[in-house]
């Protein structure tokens, strides 16, 4: 059984809604911050882009993650402060 949304995916969620996990988190997963539910995508890319971490448009696979990998390398450096 497809994704109801995306119908390219399996659906590993079957209630409300028979739909894949990048569909469910793009409909339901939120993140509360200062009282208010921002949609959990927004504070991913959001948190990325702060660390510079985020796909710059054009970017190729390689360079990308030859960026990331070195962000990933620097042992003084942590995700989360």
């Keep these: 059984m497809n994704c109801q949304d995306c119908g390219s995916k399996p659906?590993?969620?079957?209630?409300p809604y028979q739909i894949c996990d990048r569909c469910w988190v793009s409909r339901f997963s939120t993140q509360r911050i200062d009282g208010e539910d921002?949609?959990?995508?927004?504070?991913?890319k959001a948190r990325l882009q702060g660390l510079d971490l985020w796909r710059i448009?054009?970017?190729?696979?390689?360079?990308?993650?030859?960026?990331?990998?070195?962000?990933s390398t620097l042992?003084?450096?942590?995700?989360?402060?």
């Design 38 to 44: 921002i949609p959990f995508r927004d504070v991913h």
């Design 57 to 71: 448009e054009g970017e190729s696979d390689k360079d990308w993650g030859a960026r990331c990998q070195k962000y």
């Design 11 to 15: 659906a590993t969620h079957l209630r």
């Design 75 to 81: 042992q003084e450096r942590r995700l989360f402060k």
